[in-house]
Every structure is written in C-alpha cells, then in structure tokens.
C-alpha cells in the first residue's frame, strides 16, 4: 500500500462566486450543505489537515472533518490585491495583473511569487510519511494546482491552465519513490 493524499478544495465563498481575490471570508451556506451532503462520501483518513482560513475550518466542519491547520496548506498570500475585486485590480495596474499572470517570479501585490508557492508546496508533500498512510488536505486551488504542477514535473506558468472547483478532490500517491497523479477535477462524491 502506498502513501495516499487527498486534496479537498475548500467549498465556495462569496469571494469564488464574485471572481475576488480571496481573503479570510467564511464559506456560503449553500456551501456548508452541499459539504454537509458529500461528508459521507470520504474515508476517513489517519490524518487530516488544512489550511489554517477561516473558508478551509469551515469546509472541515461541514464535511465532519477533525482538522489540523496546516501552514503550508495557506493560501497564496496576494498581499495587497485580498479581497479586490479582478477587474478593478485590471483597471488599476495592468501591467502588475499580467505580470501575475505570465510571470512566475512575480509578485506584483506585495504578497507570495507562483514560483514561492510552489517551493511551499513542494516542501509540504517532501515533508509527508513515506510509510503506507492515508491524508486528507482540504486547502486552496492555488495549493492544489501548484500540487498537481510539482508531481507532474510542469512549468510554473502552466499553473493557471488547471482547475480546481469547490470540494473538488485530488489524489495523489507516492508509490516507487516518486509522487503520481491518480485523479485530480472530481467533485466530492454525494452520500445517499
């Protein structure tokens, strides 16, 4: 049996319904029922951890998950864009928005590179047991994506060409010494 991960993307907020940048916002109430709907549906894991917002403790909760936070699990820090809004962000500095987009070292908003949330990333999945273990991470796209990258060897600014809806899942698992994809866009399967 290999090392299992399962990366949970945190259920909607106002922020995802509204194109913002996220900031510590909680998760909609229709998001905590449709978690509350999915929460039979996944195994229970030997460890489960998350990021440490506010939207991440809030997905736990409804999925009935007994959590730890997670650092490296964090969103990407986007400094001083938190909570703006995308177009206003596009109107106001535009060729700081595209460099966000197409350059991987950028930090445009004063906040963490594409290319720093990556080396976090990869750090948290070296840092994982190698011995047969089952983890839930319930994080953020950005997280989830930039898992995704590192295990399939992609270049960073690919890192926007991938999705990750709203209680979305991942799975990763480490098996012959390396990390490989074994499903990632599902949405959490509904218990009946």
Excluded: Y
Excluded at 69 to 82: M, N, S, T, V, Y
Excluded at 107 to 134: C, K, M, Q, Y
Excluded at 162 to 184: F, I, Y
């Amino acid at each position: 049996m290999a090392t299992r991960l399962l990366l949970i993307a945190h259920a909607a907020t106002e922020a995802t319904k509204a194109a913002r940048f996220p900031d510590d916002e909680p998760v909609t109430e229709t998001a905590v029922a449709t978690a509350r709907q999915a929460a039979g549906g996944i195994r229970r894991p030997g460890t489960v951890l998350c990021g440490p917002e506010r939207r991440c403790l809030d997905t736990c909760a409804a999925l009935d998950l007994a959590a730890t936070a997670e650092p490296a699990l964090a969103d990407l820090d986007l400094g001083a864009w938190r909570g703006a809004e995308m177009p206003q962000i596009q109107s106001i500095d535009p060729e700081g928005f595209h460099a966000w987009l197409t350059d991987p070292d950028a930090a445009p908003h004063g906040g963490e590179s594409i290319t720093a949330l990556l080396a976090r990333v990869e750090a948290f999945l070296d840092a994982l047991p190698r011995e047969p273990s089952r983890v839930v991470a319930v994080t953020h796209p950005a997280v989830i994506r930039a898992a995704v990258l590192r295990v399939l060897e992609a270049p960073a600014r690919a890192l926007w060409n991938l999705d990750a809806a709203p209680l979305s899942q991942t799975h990763l698992s480490w098996n012959a010494g390396k990390w490989r994809l074994r499903e990632t866009g599902h949405v959490l399967a509904f218990a009946d």
